[in-house]
Structures are given as C-alpha cells and as structure tokens.
C-alpha cells in the first residue's frame, strides 16, 4: 500500500450561503506535502471560499478539512499559526504601515525576531521588487501592495504556503521569478504551495492542479497528465473540454441524483511526495497514478507534517503578538492627522460651545410697548416722578411709567414704541417683538390711589396688560420672569420713596439661603453634571465603534487570525490603546470645565474617576457595536440613534421625576442616569465616594463596563462560529 504524507486534504466539502446554490457539493481534494497544488477556477466558482476554509476563517456544512496534522483550528493542527503563510486576494494590510513596517507586523505575530525580518526584508525586496522601505502602503500601485503582501506572507518562512492570485497585475518576467522560487522551495525546502490563479497556462510548474467548477472539482492530477488525457495541447484548452462535459451530464446527475464526481473518472496521481527511507531521511519517491472512482476515499492516518511543534501557546511568542498588535494600534492613530486632531480637540470644543451657548440669557430682543400716558417718554430721557409730602404725607407720582422703561434695552428687550393696541399686536403676531404691553393712562394715578387705599375703583388703572408669544416658550418665561422682577424693583423704590416699608411688596414667604447650591443657579449647572458624562461616554463610543470595523474592511484582522492571533488579543489591545485616547480626552474635558466655568464642592480626584469610568464604559459600548455590525453605515446609525434616548432619559435636561413611571425604570437601568446623579452629588454638594449616592453610580458604571466587555467576547465567538 502507497504510504501518503498529504499537507492538505478535503473530504465530501459542502458549503453554502443561504438558501442559495451550494458552493462546493461534495468536494474533495488532496495536496501532497512540498508540492506546488494549482488551484483553477472562474471568478466567483469558490476558490477563495475554499482557501478561507483551509486556513480556518470560515467552516464547512459538512465534510472535512484535515491541514498540517489535523482540523483547522483544533490542538492537532498548525492552522492557524505561524507555520502557515496566507496571501489573501484582496491587499489585507494596515494602510498607514510602510513597507517595512508590514513585515515587522506579520513578523512579529509568527515570532520573528527583528534583526531575522531585516535579512529575510533585503531578500524579499530584491526578488519581488519591493518599494522602498519606508513608503507607506496607500501610497503605492495595486501591484506594489500585492508584492508587499506576498512579502508579508512568506517573511516567516511558513510551513504551507497559500496564495490567492498573487500573480495578478503583475510584470512577467516578475511572474516568472516568482514561480522559479515557488519551485525553489518546494524542492529545497519541503514547503507546499497552494495557488489559485487567473492565468492557466503558468500552472504548468504545478506539482498538481485542481479544475473547480460548480462545486466539483473537474479533474486533480499533473499537468502532464491532464494534457495527456484530455488530448490537448493547452491546459486551457482541457478546462474547456471539461467543462463542457460537465454541462452536458447536468440532466443525467439529476435524474440520477447522485453525486456529480461519481460521474468523471478522477485520475488521483500520487505526484513528488516525500516518503522516509530506512535511515529516515527524506526522500522524494514517484509512484504510478492509479484510478478511483470514489474520490472521497478514506483519508490517510499520517496527514501530520514531519516536524509539528506547535507554539501557538508559547509565551514568547504572545508577548512578541501583542507587541505587535499595539503597535499597529499605535500607528493606525498617530498616521491619521483628522484622527488625531479630533480625539484632542472634540472634548475642549464641547465643553466650550456648552458652557457658551446654553444657558445664557436671551439677547436682541424687541418688545412692543404703547404707552398712553408718557408715550416713548422723550426717547427714554424722561424718568418720572416721585414727589413726597412729608407734611401732608401724600406721594405724588408722575409718568411712573417710563421709570419702568427705562433700562429694558440692557437687561430684557429693546422698547419698539407703537401708537395703538392693534399695530402692536399684529407686530408680535408677525414675529418682530416676542409680546406687547399695555400701559394706560391713569397708570401713575393708579398706583398712588393703591399706595394709599390698597383697594378702590382707580385700583384697575395701575396696571401694565401684557400679551406674549408663548411659542418660544424658554424666551417667553425669560421675559415675563425678567418684566416681574423689574416691576417688582421699581415699586418697592417707589413705596420706600414714599417713605413706606419695601416689605409691603413681600409675599409673606421668607426663602433661606440653600443648602446646596444656589439660590439662582443657572441651568448650564444643572445640565453640566449630566452633560460631562453622556459626551465623555459617546465621545469613546464614535472612536471605538470604528476600529474593529476597520480592521475587518481591510481584512488585516482575518489575516491576523491565520497567523494564530486569536479575537481576545485583538481586542485586549484596543482596549488598552483607547485607555490611553480615554485618558487624554477626560484629562481635557475636567481641566477646562472646572478652571473656566464650574466649581467642583467636593473631591475632584473622585469626579474625575467617575468620568473615567464612564468613558471606559461608552468604549465597551463601541467595541459591541464594531463587533455586532458589519458596515460602517450600520455602526453609524447605532451611535448616533442610541445617543438621542440616552441624553433625552438620563435626566440631564429635564429632571426623571418629570417622566412618567415606565420612562422613569428604563432611565434608571441605563449607564449614564444613575453616575450622572452620582457626579451632580459631587459638584454641588460635595460627597465623597463613601456615601452611598456616590458610590450606586460607580457601582452602575462598573456593571455595564463588565457586561458590555463579556458581550464583545461573545458575539466575536459567534460571528468565528
């Protein structure tokens, strides 16, 4: 019996996606160690499919894949690790990266040293024509990044060599010095090579080549063989042959219903394999093809590789992948200016526009105002007054009315002077005044009859009417709060000029200064706690929700995983490299909020934490949504449809006891509601982290960060499943 030493071998491959047409029905194929395997195909007929299955990125529905030893992904086999080299069809490579830094990359997460990746660089550049060292990948041709790829994928000196068309778009005379040395290490070196190709006539170096075609592989032996047995002179030529006899058994299969490669005589040719002779060495022996009319024959016991030591748990070797994975965190940030200038600046510009925009008082307004008794008093030179009699004690006022006008332009609207009621009413209903006033003629007459009686028929004459637009609502309540005030004001100077007591004016209510904050505190304040929070938590969120996204899209994450990265360490090491962007954004966002607009009544060592914390939190959230969606587009609208319920229910601008019940449960469970009444308890009224109104909102935060940190875990073993 024919000893084997197979490097690859698939069984009875079933794979689809969907409801869809399978992509491979019952696929076999076998690749003999330190050979060269030619993989042919049209586009689209599953050739990639097929390498993405070999090397452990994707599954079968059924049958099997046996790869240096065992099933890919299982602890009897090297795939994925650093004894397989993957080139995959698109460029996979870190954009910012230059050439050099590439290899150190894929050197680093196979366990290479640096100075060994420098030699094997200056090798490698010579042979595939490389770009200079230190340009960058984005900035070079389709064909030079497909040669840093190829570089990428051999820098290691791999074990099994899987290229997909790494011969497209390039020069010839390359073409064919890249196939001398694919032909070099398969001799020399034991290595095997499995390839797919556009061009089918340079598979004529091929040890092996493989026809796949609609799920079924049409034929797998020698060149020489096929041409021999097809009667052809090109291997073009005999795809096509093939081809059109597979068209022509379509109806036979399915009447029959059977498997389609029972229908083809596979020649399975037992090519250049190695064997070991009775000192043990290794020696290439050839033997007869033979034929079979099962291709899914039993597959051999010895499918291991002659040396397999695997290192994938070696501590070295994670130490030197998570170096580079940092790394390549680390450049990703620093060679984005826009990046870079946004994870920096974003925080200060918030908490500037913030505290700038919201809660000021409203300015530029117009309030239309008809006097009857002073008219514009003299363009607003004219006070009135006030005569006291101290003999008779009798008060005596005059145009009182343009007392109370005097100033409005400064502190709340400026006066517009209309001649009657109508003119003035049609102004506020066009919009140029945000309300009118009344003043009629007997106004100061009014008000010393109430000065004196406190009641009687005058009394109706001492007052202003005022008509409002109350579609604004916030400019409406500003002006009617600001109009009571001022009135207020001017009528107790009035009684005191009068010489009457100021408190006739007082509600018989006395208000105690506060016990924590202040007795006017601006609306800014109580929105800044809430506001720290939810723009520190989403500020981490749109960076972090990106990243993994990115690193699939370039498809740097699946070649990283062929090399025995597994999905921890790729997310361990962003989570450690956004601490750092965390870090400097709450850094920024306390410093400038509490040295130019709040004052922090308790421990700002304890404030800062609680933001910190919070931030962690909001870049969990954006590493699930990385991980969970599969665009960027998608990711987007997650973020941003997320952060409107967020900052609508965390009580940050309006109070949760304003909600109804149910609003009022689902506010409490999200993660800012509960630290953001946290860090308003240690702004305004100065707890520590021991009281309990302090410590609920680490306790949250801490919770979400665990939950949403096992959720990520999760769904990256789902989406690998």
Known sequence: MVSYDEAVVVRNAVKKYGSGKPIFDGLNMSVSQGSIYGLLGASGCGKTTLLSCIVGISSLDSGEIFALGGHPGSKASSVPGPKVGYMPQEISLVKEFTVIGALYYFGRINGVEDHVIDERHVFLAELLQLPPKNQLIKQMSGGQQRRVSFACAMIHEPELLILDEPTV????????????????LTRHKGV??????????????????????????????????????????????????????????????????????NEYLTELE?????????????????????????????????????????????????????????IKNFIQFVRHPGGILFSLAFPILQVNIFFTAVGGDPQNLNIAVVNYEAGNCHSGKYLGRVDYSYEQRYCELTDISCRFLDGFHRTIAKNKFY?????????????????????????????????????GKEVNSGEIDLTLDMGNRQIGLYVEKSIYDKFLIIYQDIIEECNLTRRLMNVPLKFEDPIFGEENQSYTKFMAPGFLITVVFFL???????????????????????????????????????????????????????????????????????????????????????????????????????FYPVILLCGCIWPIEGMPNFLQWISIIMPTTIPGQAA????DKGYEIGNPQVYQGFLVVTGWIIILVLLCFLGMRTNKS
């Not at 778009?169 to 070099?184: A, K």
């Not at 060149?223 to 022509?248: G, I, M, V, W, Y």
């Not at 909020?593 to 919070?614: D, I, K, P």
Request: proline share 2%; hydrophobic share 40%; with cysteine.
């Open 540 to 642: 981490a969120t749109a960076v972090s929700s990106s990243i993994i996204l990115a690193d699939r899209h370039e498809g740097v994450w699946n070649r990283s995983l062929v090399q025995g990265v597994t999905t921890s360490e790729i997310l361990i090491s962003h989570l450690l490299t956004q601490i750092t962007l965390v870090v400097i954004q709450v850094t920024l966002t306390i410093s400038f909020a509490f040295t130019l607009y709040l004052e922090c009544h308790g421990s700002l060592a304890t404030l800062s934490l609680l933001v910190f914390f919070m931030a962690i939190c909001g870049m969990c959230y954006g590493f699930l949504v990385s991980v969970l969606c599969t665009s960027h587009t998608v990711a987007n609208y997650i973020t941003t449809g997320s």
């Open 169 to 184: 778009g390039l020069d010839p005379v390359l073409r064919e010095n890249i196939w001398d040395f694919l032909y070099d």
């Open 419 to 455: 001649s009657d009621i109508n003119t003035a009413m049609d102004s506020v209903r066009h919009g140029e005044t945000v309300g009118a006033m009344f003043i009629g003629k007997n106004f100061s007459m009014g008000l010393r009859e109430r000065l004196k009686f406190w009641e």
């Open 270 to 326: 037992e090519i250049s394999h190695f064997s070991l002779d009775q000192n043990g060495n290794r020696t290439r022996r050839h033997s007869a093809y033979r034929y079979s009319t099962n291709p899914a024959s039993p597959i051999p016991h010895n499918l291991h590789p002659v040396k397999h030591n695997n290192n994938n748990f070696n501590i070295k070797l994670r130490w030197r992948r998570f170096q580079a994975l940092m």
């Open 192 to 261: 095997t090579v499995i390839i797919t190709t556009h061009y089918i006539e340079e598979t004529k170096l091929a040890d092996k080549i493989g026809l796949l075609r609609h799920g079924k592989m049409l034929a797998e032996m020698s060149p020489n063989k096929l041409l021999a047995k097809c009667r052809c002179d090109t291997l073009e030529e005999a795809f096509l042959r093939l081809s059109q006899k597979q068209n022509d058994s379509e109806e036979e299969k399915k009447r029959r219903q059977i498997n389609a490669s």
């Open 680 to 683: 308003r308890n240690i702004i």
